[in-house]
Structure formats: C-alpha cells, structure tokens
C-alpha cells in the first residue's frame, strides 16, 4: 500500500516547542536519510499531521506502508522506523522515518495470519497453539507483503509448521530461524 504524508520542515528544538506544535495540531518528526559513504544518516527535523500518520499506522501494511512524503517540494519514499504514543491517551507524540533505496533489500516484520481449522483440533480435540505472530523477511520495499498465511486444515495432533515450512516466494527470502515455531 502507498500513501502520501505532507512534512514541513522545523526550526526549534526541545520539549518547549515540541508541546507548542503538538498543541497546534502537528506532531515532531525526523526524517533520517540513507546511509552513504559508510555516515551515519544526518536527520532533518520536520512537523507532520498526526491523523494521516495514525491512518498509515492503522492500514492493513501498518508501518511496512511506503509513503510519499512531500518536503519543501521534493518527494521522497519513506518508511515509518518508530513512534511514541502516549501511555495513557494513546495519542501519537512523535515519528521517526527513514528515506528508501528502492533497489536495496530492506528487512521488515511481517504477521503470519492463520487460515483454517486443523484436522487435531476437529477431529482428535487437540488445541492450535499460535507461537509466533510475525517473523522478519528480507525483500525489496515494492515487494513487502502485507502478511503470510498458513495454512493449518492438515495439521494434526502433535504436528508443527515452522519457518522452514512456509510457501517460499520469489519476491522474499524469512530472515527469522527456520526452526522457529509458527504454529
């Protein structure tokens, strides 16, 4: 999925102007390049509009959602690396993105959804234990999936899918332990 977010750059720094543009309805973000010539990325303080970056957050691709991110004219393709809400409203306080090299192998998690009902559990009244939830794959940021289904309608008592076990694709290659537990 692909949305597009609207940045202005800011000037001050610190907790003082952070809640003065929170309270003016924009939220403090960074904006961190690409790494080159082996630095580290310099990041570019910018104000965003915290209801459309709770929207991508809450899309179906959540945080592996590719943005367009509109700056002092230039586009550039982002992704969100982290965020802070607040522990008790839930509110967003602050984002950090990173800009993409579209032709670089990126590593991202992604849920697993579980689909079916497994023979152990219909017909021998055994229980599904759902063990890991998302496991980290590497591909490129056109190719993130927004999730990996399993399918577990054969699966009987005393039986187990693993990493190792998934449908392969040629599109991304799991990063997590292939004796990792999925099902």
């Known amino acids: 999925m692909d949305a597009t977010l609207e940045a202005v ?3 001050g720094r610190g907790k003082n102007e952070a809640n003065r543009l929170r309270a003016s309805g924009r939220i403090p973000a960074v904006v961190y390049g690409t ?4 630095k580290a990325p310099e990041g570019v303080a910018v104000a965003v509009d915290p209801k459309a970056v709770l929207r991508i957050l809450h899309s179906d691709s959540g945080a592996n959602t590719l943005i367009n991110l509109k700056l002092d004219g230039a586009e550039s393709r982002v992704m969100v690396k ?14 950090d993105f990173y800009q993409l090299a579209m032709d670089k192998a990126i590593v991202v998690p992604v849920p697993i959804h579980v689909i079916g009902e497994a023979k152990g559990v219909k017909l021998q009244g055994g229980i599904v234990d759902f063990v890991t939830r998302e496991i980290e794959v590497e591909c490129l940021p056109t190719d993130i999936p927004e999730h990996i289904d399993v399918d577990v309608t054969e699966l009987s008592l005393h039986e187990s899918i693993r990493v190792r076990d998934l449908a392969q694709s040629p599109k991304w290659e799991p990063v997590t332990d292939g004796d990792s537990m999925i099902v």
Do not use: G, S
Not at 35 to 38: A, I, L, W
Not at 82 to 95: C, I, K, M
């Open 9 to 11: 750059k800011r000037d």
């Open 35 to 38: 790494r080159k010539e082996k």
């Open 82 to 95: 982290e965020y802070q809400l607040d522990p008790v409203t839930h509110a967003l306080l602050h984002a």
